[in-house]
């Protein structure tokens, strides 16, 4: 292992749930800003390779949530409706379905972080 990935692997093991959650999410729109980029320069396999790592984020976000709360539910489809966009958006190399779920993804983001904010 690296020294980079080494620190990278010790970031995550000591971020708070809270902290992880608002990466994951930051990754996510970091990735789908990357792709509508590349789909613009016409780089098709970037593009790829950024909207599957976005699809990725919102399974693992999907799979972690909690059912013991009544949010989510909504969250749940909502990261079934962003699967369905990216890969729409994949598949159509179109910018403008990614800049209609950036909005929404970057909401949540903030509304989480916003949230951490009141715990501490």
Known sequence: M???????QQSVTTM???QLLIALYDKAIT?????????EDKDILKAHNSIMRASDIIDALDAHLKVKYEISDNL???YQY???KLVQANVKKDTEILKE????????RDAF???SKQVK
């Open 2 to 8: 690296n020294p980079y990935q080494k620190y990278m």
């Open 16 to 18: 708070t749930p809270a």
């Open 31 to 39: 990735e789908i800003n990357k792709a509508i980029i590349f789909i």
């Open 76 to 78: 749940a489809a909502l």
């Open 82 to 84: 962003f699967r369905e």
């Open 101 to 108: 779920i950036l909005p929404m993804i970057t909401e949540i």
């Open 113 to 115: 972080f916003e949230a």
